[in-house]
Protein backbone atom coordinates (compact mmCIF):
# COMPACT_ATOMS: atom_id res chain seq x y z
CA UNK A 1 0.00 0.00 0.00
CA UNK A 2 2.88 2.26 1.09
CA UNK A 3 4.43 1.31 -2.42
CA UNK A 4 1.23 2.24 -4.36
CA UNK A 5 0.57 5.73 -2.70
CA UNK A 6 4.25 6.78 -3.38
CA UNK A 7 4.60 5.46 -6.94
CA UNK A 8 5.52 8.70 -9.03
CA UNK A 9 6.27 11.31 -6.01
CA UNK A 10 9.42 13.04 -6.42
CA UNK A 11 12.15 11.27 -5.11
CA UNK A 12 13.10 14.11 -2.29
CA UNK A 13 9.22 13.39 -1.30
CA UNK A 14 9.68 9.48 -1.40
CA UNK A 15 12.12 9.51 1.15
CA UNK A 16 10.64 11.48 3.40
CA UNK A 17 7.35 9.35 2.82
CA UNK A 18 9.91 6.40 3.72
CA UNK A 19 11.38 7.98 6.71
CA UNK A 20 7.83 8.72 8.27
CA UNK A 21 6.79 5.17 8.26
CA UNK A 22 10.34 4.05 9.49
CA UNK A 23 10.13 6.36 12.17
CA UNK A 24 6.28 5.41 13.21
CA UNK A 25 7.00 1.81 13.18
CA UNK A 26 9.84 2.44 15.40
CA UNK A 27 7.65 4.40 17.62
CA UNK A 28 5.37 1.64 17.87
CA UNK A 29 7.42 -0.92 18.39
CA UNK A 30 9.50 1.06 21.21
CA UNK A 31 5.63 1.64 22.73
CA UNK A 32 6.78 5.50 21.96
CA UNK A 33 3.36 6.16 20.12
CA UNK A 34 0.67 8.66 20.98
CA UNK A 35 -1.39 5.21 22.10
CA UNK A 36 0.95 4.46 24.73
CA UNK A 37 1.60 6.03 28.67
CA UNK A 38 5.45 6.23 27.43
CA UNK A 39 4.24 8.02 24.42
CA UNK A 40 1.94 10.52 26.52
CA UNK A 41 4.55 10.94 28.84
CA UNK A 42 7.01 12.64 26.05
CA UNK A 43 4.45 14.95 24.76
CA UNK A 44 3.80 16.32 28.00
CA UNK A 45 7.42 16.87 28.12
CA UNK A 46 8.70 17.75 25.22
CA UNK A 47 7.17 21.34 25.06
CA UNK A 48 9.27 21.82 28.44
CA UNK A 49 12.05 20.41 27.71
CA UNK A 50 12.34 22.77 24.62
CA UNK A 51 11.65 26.18 27.51
CA UNK A 52 13.98 24.14 29.80
CA UNK A 53 16.89 24.08 27.32
CA UNK A 54 15.64 28.17 26.11
CA UNK A 55 15.97 29.18 29.84
CA UNK A 56 19.32 28.15 30.02
CA UNK A 57 20.65 29.55 27.00
CA UNK A 58 18.90 32.60 27.51
CA UNK A 59 20.43 32.74 30.87
CA UNK A 60 24.15 32.28 29.35
CA UNK A 61 22.98 35.16 26.73
CA UNK A 62 22.34 38.11 29.44
CA UNK A 63 24.82 36.75 32.01
CA UNK A 64 27.45 38.00 28.87
CA UNK A 65 25.22 40.84 28.51
CA UNK A 66 25.48 41.78 31.67
CA UNK A 67 29.47 41.87 32.06
CA UNK A 68 29.82 43.45 28.88
CA UNK A 69 28.26 46.27 30.11
CA UNK A 70 29.06 46.03 33.03
CA UNK A 71 32.92 45.96 32.02
CA UNK A 72 34.95 49.57 32.02
CA UNK A 73 36.05 48.55 28.98
CA UNK A 74 33.91 50.41 25.71
CA UNK A 75 31.48 47.64 24.05
CA UNK A 76 32.90 48.24 20.49
CA UNK A 77 36.33 47.50 21.64
CA UNK A 78 34.74 44.24 23.50
CA UNK A 79 32.97 43.27 20.67
CA UNK A 80 36.00 43.75 17.96
CA UNK A 81 38.37 41.56 20.35
CA UNK A 82 35.92 38.73 21.27
CA UNK A 83 37.61 35.29 19.99
CA UNK A 84 35.92 33.06 17.43
CA UNK A 85 35.13 30.51 20.68
CA UNK A 86 32.83 33.12 22.29
CA UNK A 87 30.79 33.94 19.17
CA UNK A 88 29.80 30.55 18.19
CA UNK A 89 29.04 30.13 22.12
CA UNK A 90 26.52 32.97 21.61
CA UNK A 91 25.46 32.04 18.65
CA UNK A 92 24.47 28.40 19.83
CA UNK A 93 22.69 29.54 22.41
CA UNK A 94 20.95 32.09 20.48
CA UNK A 95 19.70 29.46 18.33
CA UNK A 96 18.18 27.41 20.69
CA UNK A 97 16.60 30.40 22.04
CA UNK A 98 14.74 31.76 18.57
CA UNK A 99 14.36 27.88 18.00
CA UNK A 100 12.47 27.39 21.20
CA UNK A 101 10.58 30.75 20.29
CA UNK A 102 9.67 29.61 17.29
CA UNK A 103 8.31 25.91 18.27
CA UNK A 104 6.42 27.36 21.15
CA UNK A 105 4.95 30.20 18.91
CA UNK A 106 3.26 27.56 16.69
CA UNK A 107 5.53 26.37 13.83
CA UNK A 108 6.99 23.44 15.73
CA UNK A 109 8.97 21.76 13.27
CA UNK A 110 11.03 24.49 12.27
CA UNK A 111 11.68 25.69 16.08
CA UNK A 112 12.46 22.42 16.86
CA UNK A 113 15.34 21.98 13.83
CA UNK A 114 17.07 25.40 14.92
CA UNK A 115 16.99 24.50 18.40
CA UNK A 116 18.33 21.09 17.91
CA UNK A 117 20.96 22.36 15.81
CA UNK A 118 22.43 24.72 18.86
CA UNK A 119 22.17 21.73 20.98
CA UNK A 120 24.07 19.76 18.90
CA UNK A 121 26.43 22.20 18.57
CA UNK A 122 26.35 23.11 22.03
CA UNK A 123 27.53 19.13 22.37
CA UNK A 124 30.54 19.47 19.77
CA UNK A 125 31.98 22.30 21.08
CA UNK A 126 32.12 21.42 24.74
CA UNK A 127 34.07 18.47 23.43
CA UNK A 128 36.73 21.45 21.94
CA UNK A 129 36.28 23.56 24.79
CA UNK A 130 34.56 22.54 27.92
CA UNK A 131 35.58 25.34 29.95
CA UNK A 132 33.03 27.65 28.37
CA UNK A 133 30.66 25.45 30.10
CA UNK A 134 32.16 25.21 32.98
CA UNK A 135 34.12 21.77 32.25
CA UNK A 136 31.42 19.37 33.84
CA UNK A 137 30.12 17.07 31.17
CA UNK A 138 26.37 17.85 32.80
CA UNK A 139 26.03 20.69 29.41
CA UNK A 140 26.86 18.14 26.59
CA UNK A 141 24.47 15.39 27.93
CA UNK A 142 21.70 17.85 28.66
CA UNK A 143 21.66 19.20 25.51
CA UNK A 144 21.62 15.44 23.76
CA UNK A 145 18.81 14.31 26.18
CA UNK A 146 16.53 17.18 25.22
CA UNK A 147 16.80 17.08 21.93
CA UNK A 148 16.40 13.11 22.05
CA UNK A 149 13.10 13.52 24.50
CA UNK A 150 12.15 16.39 21.91
CA UNK A 151 12.38 14.45 18.86
CA UNK A 152 10.86 11.75 20.67
CA UNK A 153 7.68 13.13 20.77
CA UNK A 154 4.80 11.70 18.30
CA UNK A 155 3.89 13.86 15.49
CA UNK A 156 0.29 13.60 16.45
CA UNK A 157 0.99 15.17 19.73
CA UNK A 158 3.38 18.08 18.91
CA UNK A 159 2.70 21.81 18.86
CA UNK A 160 -0.62 21.56 21.54
CA UNK A 161 -1.43 25.49 21.90
CA UNK A 162 -2.33 25.31 25.51
CA UNK A 163 0.88 23.13 26.60
CA UNK A 164 3.24 25.51 24.22
CA UNK A 165 1.43 28.64 26.33
CA UNK A 166 2.14 27.06 30.07
CA UNK A 167 6.11 26.13 28.29
CA UNK A 168 6.12 29.65 26.95
CA UNK A 169 4.85 31.11 30.80
CA UNK A 170 7.24 28.68 32.87
CA UNK A 171 9.95 30.05 30.82
CA UNK A 172 9.57 33.28 30.69
CA UNK A 173 9.07 33.03 34.57
CA UNK A 174 12.26 31.29 35.18
CA UNK A 175 14.24 33.52 33.50
CA UNK A 176 13.29 37.11 34.33
CA UNK A 177 13.70 36.98 38.21
CA UNK A 178 17.36 35.24 37.58
CA UNK A 179 17.99 37.78 35.22
CA UNK A 180 17.40 40.47 37.56
CA UNK A 181 19.31 39.46 40.04
CA UNK A 182 22.24 38.82 37.77
CA UNK A 183 22.28 42.42 36.32
CA UNK A 184 22.66 43.61 40.06
CA UNK A 185 19.45 45.05 39.96
CA UNK A 186 17.97 43.03 43.41
CA UNK A 187 20.28 42.41 46.25
CA UNK A 188 20.56 38.39 46.22
CA UNK A 189 23.85 36.47 45.01
CA UNK A 190 22.96 33.20 44.03
CA UNK A 191 20.03 30.63 44.28
CA UNK A 192 22.35 27.66 42.75
CA UNK A 193 20.08 27.05 40.15
CA UNK A 194 16.87 26.87 42.27
CA UNK A 195 14.81 28.89 41.07
CA UNK A 196 14.10 27.70 37.43
CA UNK A 197 13.64 23.96 39.23
CA UNK A 198 11.01 25.32 41.30
CA UNK A 199 9.16 26.50 38.60
CA UNK A 200 9.01 24.12 36.19
CA UNK A 201 7.84 22.04 39.25
CA UNK A 202 5.27 24.49 40.48
CA UNK A 203 4.15 24.30 36.62
CA UNK A 204 3.79 20.50 36.72
CA UNK A 205 1.66 20.68 39.87
CA UNK A 206 -0.10 23.69 38.27
CA UNK A 207 -0.83 21.45 34.92
CA UNK A 208 -1.94 18.46 37.52
CA UNK A 209 -4.40 20.30 39.50
CA UNK A 210 -5.78 21.74 36.53
CA UNK A 211 -6.10 18.31 35.03
CA UNK A 212 -7.86 16.82 38.54
CA UNK A 213 -5.00 14.11 38.71
CA UNK A 214 -2.98 12.98 41.20
CA UNK A 215 0.51 15.01 39.35
CA UNK A 216 2.88 11.42 38.75
CA UNK A 217 2.24 12.04 35.38
CA UNK A 218 2.81 15.84 34.90
CA UNK A 219 5.74 15.95 37.45
CA UNK A 220 7.48 13.36 35.89
CA UNK A 221 6.99 14.78 32.26
CA UNK A 222 9.00 17.79 34.47
CA UNK A 223 11.48 15.57 35.26
CA UNK A 224 12.16 14.03 31.85
CA UNK A 225 12.17 17.94 30.75
CA UNK A 226 14.66 18.71 33.11
CA UNK A 227 18.20 18.36 32.35
CA UNK A 228 18.94 21.64 31.10
CA UNK A 229 17.81 23.28 34.23
CA UNK A 230 19.70 20.38 36.48
CA UNK A 231 22.55 21.27 34.39
CA UNK A 232 22.97 24.88 34.87
CA UNK A 233 22.38 24.14 38.55
CA UNK A 234 24.70 21.93 38.56
CA UNK A 235 27.02 24.49 37.03
CA UNK A 236 25.40 27.53 39.09
CA UNK A 237 27.04 25.80 42.15
CA UNK A 238 30.15 25.10 40.92
CA UNK A 239 30.17 21.71 40.45
CA UNK A 240 29.09 21.04 43.67
CA UNK A 241 26.21 17.95 44.00
CA UNK A 242 24.87 19.06 47.02
CA UNK A 243 22.80 21.81 46.71
CA UNK A 244 21.89 20.50 43.13
CA UNK A 245 20.42 17.07 45.18
CA UNK A 246 18.48 19.67 47.22
CA UNK A 247 17.03 21.25 44.55
CA UNK A 248 16.22 18.07 42.81
CA UNK A 249 13.93 17.10 46.16
CA UNK A 250 11.38 19.68 44.64
CA UNK A 251 10.05 16.90 42.41
CA UNK A 252 9.23 14.24 44.80
CA UNK A 253 7.94 16.98 47.58
CA UNK A 254 5.74 18.24 44.72
CA UNK A 255 4.40 15.12 43.90
CA UNK A 256 3.47 14.32 47.48
CA UNK A 257 2.01 17.62 47.72
CA UNK A 258 -0.37 17.22 44.49
CA UNK A 259 -1.31 13.86 45.72
CA UNK A 260 -2.31 14.86 48.90
CA UNK A 261 -4.42 17.59 47.36
CA UNK A 262 -5.95 15.52 44.94
CA UNK A 263 -6.85 12.86 47.97
CA UNK A 264 -8.54 15.64 50.23
CA UNK A 265 -10.49 17.40 47.05
CA UNK A 266 -11.76 13.54 45.64
CA UNK A 267 -12.72 13.52 49.94
CA UNK A 268 -15.03 16.34 49.39
Known amino acids: MHREMTTGMPWAVRLRADADLAAHALRVRMRLDSASSAGQLLALAAPFALAAAAVDSGLRLTRWYAGLVHSPAPVRVQLSTMEGRWTLYLLLSLLVCVGAIIALTGRWVLGVGVAACGLLGTAAQWTVTPHLYGDGVDTPVAALLTVVVVLACPPDRRGDRRL ?6 MAAAAWFPVVVVDTRAFGVTTDYGAWPMLVLAFTGAALALRARSSGLREIGAMAVASPSLIAYAYTDASLEPLPVLGILLALP ?6 ALFHAVRRQH
Open 164 to 169: SAAAGA
Open 253 to 258: VTVLLT
